[in-house]
């Protein structure tokens, strides 16, 4: 079913069919010549918000695909369909128009449940304001999305403990989420984002909240987890500084997808003290 992680989805096992397959890791970095399955594949998707006789076309055919192993920032102005489009590739919301594959799989005509499923398998999301549940541990937060996917609680607690070793968080597992600064509830959030092995990270302006040196911290993680695993992470940001550390740039603008570019010159946040600092 839900394949092992012990902290680190390393590349594990070429796998079949099912929405719990754990496909990270297994291509993107690994220099293979093979055409690979875009993890993400977008074509010409459409988003129209009906509010009383307005319509507001939010998406007006967006395609982008996005490959196993890649850094991505999508970067657009405010009301350009960026939180749309996370929605949709986060499967929080359906497109009107179009179709959109995650990891293969068909999205556009699943049921609530399917989509709750393929949320919870495939998809990790950190959010700006961290989303941790209040007065809980750290360790019963990274356990949450186990207990959805039916992981039994000794295996729930090896596996959400190695996840926190992973973000550097090892001496902070019994500590409540109030207890700890807004850079290790970020780490939380991520090693929550890990547990289920998903096969794309979304992060929505995951330094928003952070000051200026945790959150090149946490870039710097996003990084490491990127490189040294292979994980997919896709940050929506409108930060340009933010774009300057990611692989790829995908610029968006009235809902339509206008580049979808390599980053020639990839910054590294690990050991800055800001992300401006160059
Ligand atoms: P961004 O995240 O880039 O700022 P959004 O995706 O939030 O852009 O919004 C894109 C457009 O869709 C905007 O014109 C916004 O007003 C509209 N919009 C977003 N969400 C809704 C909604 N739930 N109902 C109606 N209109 C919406
Ligand atoms: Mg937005």
């Known amino acids: 079913m839900i394949s092992t992680v012990n902290g680190k989805p390393s590349a594990s096992t070429a796998n079949g069919s099912g929405l ?39 998406l ?18 405010s009301g350009s369909g960026k939180s749309t489009l996370m929605n949709i590739l986060g499967c929080l919301d359906q497109p009107t128009g179009g179709s959109y594959k995650l990891d293969g799989i068909e999205t556009e005509k699943m049921s609530d449940d399917q989509l709750a499923e393929i949320r919870n398998t495939k998809i990790g999301f950190v959010f700006q304001s961290f989303n ?17 996917a039916g992981v039994g ?20 597992i019994k500590h409540y989420s109030n207890e700890l600064s807004g850079g290790q509830q970020q780490r939380v959030a991520i090693a929550r984002s890990l547990v289920n092995n998903p096969a794309i990270i979304l992060a929505d302006e995951p330094t928003g909240n952070l000051d200026s040196k945790s959150g090149a911290e946490i870039i710097c993680l996003f990084q ?52 401006s600092d160059d």
Not at 21 to 44: E, F, H, K, M, Y
Not at 153 to 172: C, F, N, S, Y
């Open 132 to 148: 941790l549940l209040r007065r809980t541990t750290a360790i019963d937060n990274v356990e949450q999305p186990m207990i959805y």
């Open 20 to 58: 719990s397959s754990g496909i990270n890791a297994t291509n993107g970095t690994n220099g293979s010549s093979a055409p690979l399955r875009p993890v993400i594949d977008v074509q010409d998707i459409a988003k129209t918000y009906k509010m009383g006789d307005i319509e507001v076309n939010a």
């Open 153 to 172: 609680p000794r295996q729930r607690r090896e596996r959400a403990t190695a996840a926190l070793q992973a973000v550097g968080l090892g001496d902070r």
């Open 224 to 275: 490491r987890l990127n490189s040294e695993q292979g994980i997919t992470i896709i940050f929506v940001t409108h930060d340009p500084r933010i774009a300057q550390h990611t692989k790829r740039v995908i610029r968006i603008s009235d809902g339509r997808i206008v580049s979808n570019e390599p980053n020639a010159n990839v910054l590294q946040a690990c050991g800055k003290k800001s992300l």
């Open 60 to 77: 007006q055919g967006a395609t982008m695909t996005i490959y196993p192993g890649d850094l991505v920032s999508i970067m657009g102005p």
